[in-house]
T-cell receptor, first 116, second 110 residues
Framework: DTGVSQNPRHKITKRGQNVTFRCDPI?????LYWYRQTLGQGPEFLTY????????KSRLLSDRFSAERPKGSFSTLEIQRTEQGDSAMYLC??????????????FGPGTRLTVL | TQLLEQSPQFLSIQEGENLTVYCNSS?????LQWYRQEPGEGPVLLVT?????EVKKLKRLTFQFGDARKDSSLHITAAQPGDTGLYLC??????????FGQGTRLTINP
């Protein structure tokens, strides 16, 4: 399967713990995005990378959140000192401008985070 | 701030009926995408519309982009239980991010 993959699919943690999620984009895609989706809502943008450069971060991305894409391939999203309000589905998407239509993003299956 | 509003938020109809879902904004978008999302999964891209007035068809699904590129609609003909899911519209929000509507949860009853 050459789609976007995310690991783990589910994560249950206790408040105050740190968690890290991984996203592997479609191999030829140089743009990678992180979104967060809470129950009953559409996804909300968190941050995006072009190759290894993080080009934009949303105000939703507090200081406890950090994202990296060290070699321009896979990306990690870390949440430090988790809070119950961090419980959500974390979605990763990738795209390649010039391949298909601009802004056309393809999503992974998501990581469901539950903070107890 | 660009916002997309979808209506209705919930829709439950019988198999074989037709339906239309709307996606509206006060902002102009360079493109709009429609996604379908199953519970516990990521959104799956259905279609992208780019040109004002554009109409695209995907089997029983018809997508239209408004002339002013501020709104879009999704029409399903002869709905089937397999069409059940969360339908999301999303527009280009600048700097390549997508702005999503809150979704329309569609249930097709056999």
């Amino acid at each position: 399967d050459t789609g976007v993959s995310q690991n783990p699919r589910h994560k249950i943690t206790k408040r105050g713990q740190n968690v890290t999620f991984r996203c592997d984009p479609i191999s030829e895609h140089n743009r990678l995005y992180w979104y967060r989706q809470t129950l009953g809502q559409g996804p909300e943008f968190l941050t995006y990378f072009q190759n290894e450069a993080q080009l934009e971060k949303s105000r939703l991305l507090s200081d406890r959140f950090s994202a990296e894409r060290p070699k321009g391939s896979f990306s990690t999203l870390e949440i430090q000192r988790t809070e119950q309000g961090d419980s959500a589905m974390y979605l990763c998407a990738s795209s390649f401008p010039g391949l298909g239509l601009d802004n056309e993003q393809f999503f992974g299956p998501g990581t469901r985070l539950t903070v107890l | 701030t660009q916002l997309l509003e979808q209506s209705p938020q919930f829709l439950s109809i019988q198999e074989g009926e037709n339906l239309t879902v709307y996606c509206n904004s006060s902002s102009v978008f360079s493109s709009l995408q429609w996604y379908r999302q199953e519970p516990g999964e990521g959104p799956v891209l259905l279609v992208t519309v780019v040109t004002g007035g554009e109409v695209k068809k995907l089997k029983r699904l018809t997508f239209q982009f408004g002339d002013a590129r501020k709104d879009s609609s999704l029409h399903i003909t002869a709905a089937q239980p397999g069409d059940t899911g969360l339908y999301l519209c999303a527009g280009g929000g600048g700097a390549q991010k997508l702005v999503f509507g809150q979704g329309t949860r569609l249930t097709i009853n056999p």
